[in-house]
């Protein structure tokens, strides 16, 4: 299947710094990839999707500017934590379909990211 | 935009018998609801999906249950085995551009 790498696996940092986390698709290409946050005993909660070539669509609540998404090639989607605080310690994971006629609307998932802030 | 809730929120069962778990969607035009198994820590895995132009879809212990005109899907585990114990996910959404919304999760946990 699909394969989706997700880095860095976690990340630990001290509060005011930034992060950035990578996704790629290994084997296929992704038009469009989407982020999901999860906290603790938590549900996967969309942020935003991420679209190759054009501004990200962010989800309410979702701050544009402290969440940056570049979605630069067809394989890879970087989410950037700017200005990081206690209150972002969480799982990130991206995901996304493959692009085209395959689209089957299977979505592959990375790794995750579990993000700690001091 | 979609929402899907999900029931029960906790699930014990004892080793060997069946285990259900019900969700409902709100979106008329979502045709893809997919299951997904995740363990402590780890991304969520695909255990069995469904489109809106099939009632119902098997694979060996797992099956899944959709029923568009009242908007539910369930996810139905038979012969539940220890390692079944993991937290399961619903999920429904339309194909291309959409992302998927999860239901809140079950935590099933099967007792030996």
């Known amino acids: 299947g699909a394969v989706v790498s997700q880095h860095p696996s976690w990340v630990i940092c001290k509060s005011g710094t930034s992060v950035k986390i990578e996704c790629r698709s290994l084997d296929f290409q992704a038009t469009t990839m989407f982020w999901y946050r999860q906290f603790p005993k938590q549900s996967l909660m969309l942020m935003a999707t991420s679209n190759e070539g054009s501004k990200a669509t962010y989800e309410q609540g979702v701050e544009k500017d402290k969440f940056l998404i570049n979605h630069a090639s067809l394989t890879l989607s970087t989410l950037t934590v700017t200005s990081a605080h206690p209150e972002d310690s969480s799982f990130y994971i991206c995901?996304?379909?493959?692009?085209?006629?395959?689209?089957?609307?299977?979505?592959?998932f990375g790794e995750g990211s579990r993000l700690t802030v001091l | 935009g979609e929402n899907v809730e999900q029931h029960p929120s906790t699930l014990s069962v004892q080793e060997g018998d069946s285990a259900v778990i019900k969700c409902t969607y709100s979106?008329?035009?979502?045709?893809?609801f997919p299951w997904y198994k995740q363990e402590l820590g780890k991304r969520p895995q695909l255990i069995i999906d469904i489109r809106s132009n099939v009632g119902e879809k098997k694979d060996q212990r797992i099956a899944v249950t959709l029923n568009k005109t009242a908007k539910h899907f369930s996810l139905h585990i038979t012969e539940t085995q220890p390692e079944d114990s993991a937290v399961y996910f619903c999920a429904a959404s339309g194909t291309g551009r959409r992302a998927l919304t999860f239901g809140s999760g079950t935590r099933l946990q099967v007792q030996p």
């Open positions: 995901s996304a379909r493959i692009a085209g006629g395959q689209n089957t609307g299977e979505l592959f």
């Open positions: 979106d008329s035009a979502s045709n893809y």
